[in-house]
């Protein structure tokens, strides 16, 4: 679309710029104050430069939760996309059950992160969970609280719970878009299923996808609440993520120099990946000429 | 149901002479019957949890810990009870809606005239600025614990609503102003030079005409901001300690000496997803757009 060009514009943006500014630009430079200073106690600060950088860079500990941020990450979309993209091309396409699907669908999208971590851990329990129980029940050895395997699973799992609806909902969204005329002719040319799907669903639904992945990678990286009440990062270090363990740098420890740098270098290494995937999503978005 | 979960697009295609003899094949080859099963099976491992859930509301501890079964044998309602009747149980769903209804009514009001700057006009910086909202959105709230806690401390708004609502609207703002963005774009312009050249001033048109033209898209972001305000706990239970403490700060009341009082744990969940639960109905068939930051 062709738009003016209107300066005065900047006025209407205004509003968001202080806001924003206030309650992300103030902070983060706090952080970047934290991340180059050292105090002996009693709010005297002095300058550190980039030591703090060096000594998280060289951190065994950073690079571990690092590690199992990336698996998570890469495990969370492996399952949930394909799921997601699955899940919607079985959607009733109107009528009650498409209304019925979609709200049902929704539902754990609006479940306090916490109240997620909470249902799977009352799900999974050996002594009263559903899960738990069953799978005692038929011989497996699953305790989520010990297991390294078993902690792992279960907070997978409760994410593919989570979250996977919202792959599929925009999956289904891109499917609606699709004018019946594209499905009749690939019926005249006696397509198959799966050529309908490569040809014809899948660039269709490709935008809002890069959308979902966005999302989802995304939410992954900064994923707290969840394991965090489930298995607490344990057993030992095995589910503490990035987030997990910097809560545990900054808060609990008051470590705020090394926490500060640590929170910086995540943040630039989800801003890089997300600018990639933004990037891919703008060119997308103006190939079909938005 | 099996008509319409057939093939996409197989349904109502008018005139098609072939329909009668490809229907046989279609649904051999799409197999209706077999997404119905997908589709149960899904929604059935997103439920069963959930029921798990309130099952579990719905019975004693002693039940819950004493013997297993898939149903409650005795069924309480105690444990709602417990939750209904004490000031620090149901304050935190009062607190938890202050913050979040402020946010939701901050965020809108800021967004609203930057989103419609965005989607009609182009200015200096205009693609960085929208760029640089949406890595607010992508900021792990964990890094801004800290910061946000020493920021209103500082500035004297520990444990209000206001400072919850405030820090919400990190990523809360960003995600309004992307899906109303993504509904103004469908308005034409042809309509604000109209409305200008009919003597409208701007402000007097954008709430006049342009607001009930996107009354969905305000729908829709205000859904959003309410739900991520409402499922964030990570920030919320920072700004917090008495006064403005979260309903999902208060669960963990529930770890006690005497272990975890799993009914009332619970049953304090369940009362959690009955806010969504209310609103998505109204939502349902936009959802999908506002996730995808009205790009559909």
Redesign the interface.
């Known amino acids: 679309?062709n738009?003016?060009?209107?300066?005065?514009?900047?006025f209407?943006?205004l509003?968001?710029?202080v806001?924003?500014a206030?309650?992300?630009v103030?902070?983060?430079m706090?952080?970047v104050n934290y991340s180059v200073q050292d105090t002996f106690g009693q709010n005297v600060f002095f300058w550190n430069g980039i030591m703090w950088f060096e000594e998280m860079l060289n951190s065994e500990r950073m690079w571990n939760a690092l590690g199992r941020q990336v698996v998570f990450s890469a495990i969370i979309l492996a399952i949930e996309v394909p799921l997601g993209v699955?899940?919607a091309?079985?959607?009733?396409?109107?009528?009650f059950?498409?209304?019925f699907?979609?709200?049902?669908?929704?539902?754990?999208?609006?479940?306090?992160?916490?109240?997620v971590g909470?249902?799977?851990q009352?799900?999974g329990r050996v002594?009263?969970?559903?899960?738990g129980?069953t799978l005692d029940a038929i011989g497996i050895d699953y305790n989520y609280t010990q297991g390294f395997f078993a902690a792992w699973t279960t907070v997978i799992v409760m994410d593919v719970?989570h979250w996977t609806?919202?792959v599929a909902?925009?999956a289904?969204?891109?499917?609606?878009?699709?004018p019946?005329a594209?499905?009749?002719a690939a019926?005249i040319d006696q397509a198959?299923?799966w050529a309908v799907f490569r040809y014809i669903?899948l660039p269709k639904m490709m935008?809002?996808l890069m959308?979902?992945i966005l999302?989802r990678f995304?939410d992954s990286?900064?994923i707290?609440?969840e394991p965090f009440v489930v298995t607490g990062g344990g057993p030992g270090n095995a589910t503490t993520f990035?987030?997990?363990d910097?809560?545990k740098m900054?808060?609990g420890q008051f470590d705020?120099g090394p926490?500060a740098a640590f929170?910086?270098m995540?943040?630039l290494v989800?801003?890089a990946i997300?600018?990639v995937f933004?990037t891919v999503m703008v060119n997308l978005?103006k190939r079909e000429g938005? | 149901m099996s008509d319409t979960t057939s093939a996409p697009g197989a349904a109502g295609i008018p005139g098609d002479v072939s329909a009668a003899r490809n229907t046989a094949r279609t649904a051999r080859r799409f197999r209706p019957s077999g997404s119905a099963v997908v589709m149960a099976l899904y929604l059935l491992f997103l439920m069963l949890p959930i029921y798990w859930l309130i099952n579990m509301s719905l019975k004693t501890n002693t039940e819950i810990l004493g013997t297993f079964s898939l149903w409650p044998r005795n069924l309480t309602f105690e444990n709602y009870a417990t939750i209904l009747t004490d000031a620090s149980w149901y304050m935190g769903y009062v607190n938890s809606l202050i913050y979040v209804v402020m946010n939701t009514a901050i965020s809108l009001a800021v967004a609203l005239p930057a989103a419609y700057a965005f989607s009609r006009y182009s200015f200096v910086g205009d693609k960085h600025l929208f760029f640089w909202l949406l890595t607010n959105r992508m900021a792990p709230p964990a890094v801004f614990a800290l910061p946000f806690f020493q920021l209103y401390s500082s500035v004297g708004l520990f444990d209000t609503h206001i400072a919850v609502a405030l820090a919400h609207c990190l990523f809360n703002v960003p995600l309004a102003v992307w899906i109303l963005e993504g509904f103004m774009r469908g308005v034409p312009r042809e309509i604000d030079e109209t409305a200008y050249i009919d003597g409208y001033s701007f402000g007097r048109f954008f709430v006049k005409i342009f607001m009930p033209l996107i009354a969905s898209g305000i729908g829709v972001a205000a859904f959003f901001c309410f739900m991520f305000s409402w499922v964030e706990l990570l920030l919320s239970r920072t700004l917090t300690s008495v006064d403005a403490k979260p309903i999902a700060a208060t669960m963990t009341r529930t770890v006690g000496a005497a272990g975890i009082d799993w009914g009332v744990l619970a049953a304090a969940g369940v009362l959690t997803i009955i806010p969504g639960a209310l609103v998505i109905y109204f939502v349902r068939n936009y959802i999908a757009k506002g996730f995808a930051l009205g790009r559909v």
């Open positions: 679309m738009k003016t060009v209107n300066q005065k514009a900047w209407l943006v509003p968001v710029l806001l924003v206030f309650s992300a103030i902070p983060l706090t952080v699955f899940v091309l079985n959607m009733p396409k109107k009528g059950w498409a209304s699907c979609l709200v049902v669908m929704s539902l754990p999208l609006l479940i306090p992160w916490n109240v909470t249902i799977w009352i799900f002594d009263i969970g559903l899960l129980y719970w609806s919202l909902l925009l289904y969204a891109g499917l609606q878009s699709i019946d594209y499905y009749q019926k198959s299923r669903e935008g809002v959308i979902a999302l995304m990286f900064m707290y609440t990035l987030s997990i910097l809560v900054a808060l705020l926490a929170s910086l995540y943040f989800i801003l997300s600018w933004y978005d938005r």
